[in-house]
């Protein structure tokens, strides 16, 4: 993703708290907009739903209103949904009644070892902090089962601060490596790397290029 413009963080607080509050506000326009569809992500969701049988442990991390991934998801599988805004958590909750959610920071999350055969993080995790990104693939590594996969959608440039002042209607943070150093950080925290793709997409008119991975735990 391009940067969007830095500023700096010292006049917006927490960057944590930034987000959430930005998700609080833009989210119901940001749903609207993910349901006007995108290919990639629907390719990278029927991945999921190709590989896994039914009955299996999704974890969606960053799973916003819940529309349209986690519902999809829900059909089959068990799906646990994080989510840092109380607002979008609350729609994904009334969206997804058969999925469960937990509102927490993905950076500061315990859950059981090797619990999930899937985790998906679709557009989150370009929202955590650089210092806490290789800490949570080591954590993603270890909520996985042995040949569990991740599937996410990274940043494809670097930069460790960037905050648009109006991002849909509301201050937002994004912080990331570009993705050379990503398909690195995978691999160090033990994941194997099947596939990492660049892909250039339009979203509310901005055209934006992320790294799409699918990376597996180990058998
Ligand atoms: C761009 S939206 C993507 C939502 C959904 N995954 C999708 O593809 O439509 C990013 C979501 O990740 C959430 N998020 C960002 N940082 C997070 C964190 N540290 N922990 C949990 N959720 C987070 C935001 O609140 C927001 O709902």
Redesign the pocket.
């Given at each position: 993703m391009e940067p969007r413009g830095i500023s700096g963080l010292d006049d917006y607080g927490d960057p944590?708290e930034l987000?959430?509050a930005g998700?609080d506000r833009v989210?119901e326009r940001?749903t609207a907009l993910?349901m006007q569809g995108n290919e990639t992500?629907a390719r990278h969701t029927n991945l999921i739903l190709g590989r896994l049988p039914d009955g299996s442990d999704v974890l969606d991390?960053?799973?916003?209103s819940g529309q349209p991934?986690t519902a999809i998801l829900a059909r089959r599988f068990n799906v646990i949904g994080?989510?840092?805004?109380s607002v979008?958590i609350e729609r994904a909750r009334e969206a997804v009644p058969n999925a469960r959610f937990v509102q927490?920071?993905?950076?500061r999350l315990e859950l059981s070892l090797c619990s999930f055969d899937a985790v998906v993080a679709?557009?989150?995790i370009i929202?955590?902090p650089r210092a806490r990104q290789q800490a949570l693939f080591e954590s993603i590594y270890s909520w996985l089962r042995p040949g569990g996969i991740l599937v996410a959608s990274l940043a494809s440039t670097g930069s460790e601060i960037d905050i648009e002042e109006n991002y849909l209607g509301a201050p937002m943070y994004w912080s990331s490596f570009d993705a050379e150093t990503s398909r690195q950080m995978l691999r160090d925290a033990g994941l194997e790397l099947e596939r990492a793709e660049l892909v250039t997409q339009t979203f509310d008119g901005v055209e934006e290029r992320h790294l799409w991975v699918v990376a597996r735990r180990p058998s």
């Open positions: 944590t987000v959430a998700y989210g940001y993910a992500k991390l960053g799973c916003g991934t994080v989510e840092l805004s979008q927490a920071d993905m950076s679709f557009y989150s929202h955590v």
